[in-house]
């Protein structure tokens, strides 16, 4: 819940708020931690409690489960992103404006996970076995935005090679139709982008 109602409000100025929220949350959780152990001493509650649950933050005071590795996710860890306005009376069906929404719409990020972000940077956009662009063709409308996301998530395929043994083994985004037996034999397909 936390996570969901951070991400619709970060288009805000939300920054100042997000940090008294987590004020507030953690104040709750001590005082719920002490109240149910009122005869440990704070050092112990602490122990139980709280600690560095999230890897990618150096925060001790993260409110979690130590056997389930589950934890209470901050406000202020949401990104605040800035919405961008439009001119007034911009519309994208206008035809002398197509130049404002092509350069609108070439600043923003692709709607995909930032693994395939990342992955498709290191990549330089290409797919490593046919050597084409991956999202060669980006549309132009936003109903057109939908059915090409539609197509890229099912048409780009995470994969690693197969003789890995590891977690760690070195994915690759490539086409659907690259990843056949045929063409991609020391590949095997994970999930999809």
């Known amino acids: 819940m936390i996570r969901g109602w951070a991400n619709y409000y970060r288009t805000h100025v939300a920054g100042e708020i997000f940090g008294d929220l987590d004020s507030y949350l953690w104040r709750l959780t001590w005082k719920w931690a002490v109240r149910s152990h009122a005869n440990k001493p704070k050092s112990w509650i602490f122990a139980r409690y709280f600690g560095k649950f999230n890897k990618a933050r150096q925060d001790r005071w993260v409110f979690g489960d130590r056997q389930g590795g589950s934890y209470m996710h901050r406000f202020a860890w949401t990104t605040i992103v800035r919405h961008q306005t439009v001119w007034q009376r911009a519309s ?22 930032n693994t395939s972000l990342r992955l498709l940077a290191a990549q330089d956009g290409c ?5 084409t662009p991956l999202f060669a063709d980006q549309p132009q409308t936003p109903s057109d935005w939908a059915a ?42 994970t999930g999809l982008a």
């Open 148 to 189: 090409w996301l539609t197509a890229a998530r099912t048409t780009i395929t995470i994969v690693k090679p197969a003789t890995a043994t590891t977690d760690e083994a070195d994915h690759r985004l490539i086409h659907a139709a690259c990843s056949g037996p045929a063409l991609l034999p020391a590949y095997q397909p």
């Open 92 to 113: 994208p069906d206008d035809p002398e404006l197509a130049e404002y929404w092509a350069r609108r719409r070439s600043r923003s990020v692709l709607p995909i996970n």
């Open 127 to 131: 797919c490593p076995i046919c050597k």
